[in-house]
């Protein structure tokens, strides 16, 4: 399946974490466009934004990390523009809750839009990849 990984890339951390995710995806038989490698600092911000467009118009689906006390706005954006196209998946290791319904890891508009969320709080890389796999592997052909 082509996926789209999106998340933040803004750390060393991040970015690495990204990779790590890719690589187990891509050995589980998947087609990974992830930004970062798209994405050289030194070319203009539309530039950017075009090409992350391509990837994601070139994508069936958005893998999606949530992480963080408020989830990454340029993600958030990411699946919102994928909604209506894409199927959509949803995962987070974070532990905190931050949505705006009791109970609920991120905001309403991104759980209601997702095909699936996966909630593994502290997971692992390794864990996550095989979750998503297992999701991947469960979506209905379109």
């Given at each position: 399946?082509?996926i789209?990984?999106?998340?933040?890339?803004?750390?060393?951390a991040?970015?690495?974490f990204n990779r790590?995710?890719r690589?187990l995806?891509?050995?589980?038989g998947?087609?990974?466009?992830?930004?970062q490698?798209?994405?050289?600092?030194?070319?203009?911000?539309q530039?950017?934004f075009?090409?992350n467009?391509?990837?994601l118009?070139?994508?069936?689906?958005?893998v999606?990390n949530?992480?963080?006390?408020?989830?990454?706005?340029?993600?958030?954006?990411?699946?919102g523009?994928?909604?209506?196209?894409?199927y959509i998946?949803?995962?987070?290791?974070?532990f905190r809750e931050s949505?705006?319904?009791?109970g609920?890891?991120?905001n309403?508009?991104?759980?209601a839009s997702?095909?699936?969320?996966?909630?593994?709080?502290l997971a692992s890389?390794?864990?996550?990849?095989?979750r998503?796999?297992?999701a991947l592997?469960e979506?209905?052909?379109?």
């Amino acid at each position: 399946m082509k996926i789209y990984l999106a998340g933040p890339l803004f750390t060393t951390a991040e970015q690495e974490f990204n990779r790590q995710l890719r690589d187990l995806l891509e050995s589980s038989g998947h087609e990974v466009w992830l930004p970062q490698e798209h994405e050289p600092r030194e070319r203009n911000g539309q530039a950017i934004f075009e090409t992350n467009v391509a990837g994601l118009d070139g994508a069936e689906v958005v893998v999606a990390n949530m992480d963080g006390p408020d989830p990454d706005s340029g993600t958030c954006w990411e699946c919102g523009y994928a909604y209506k196209r894409k199927y959509i998946i949803l995962f987070r290791a974070d532990f905190r809750e931050s949505g705006d319904v009791p109970g609920s890891p991120f905001n309403l508009m991104l759980s209601a839009s997702a095909t699936k969320v996966i909630l593994a709080p502290l997971a692992s890389v390794q864990e996550l990849a095989s979750r998503i796999a297992s999701a991947l592997a469960e979506l209905p052909a379109r």
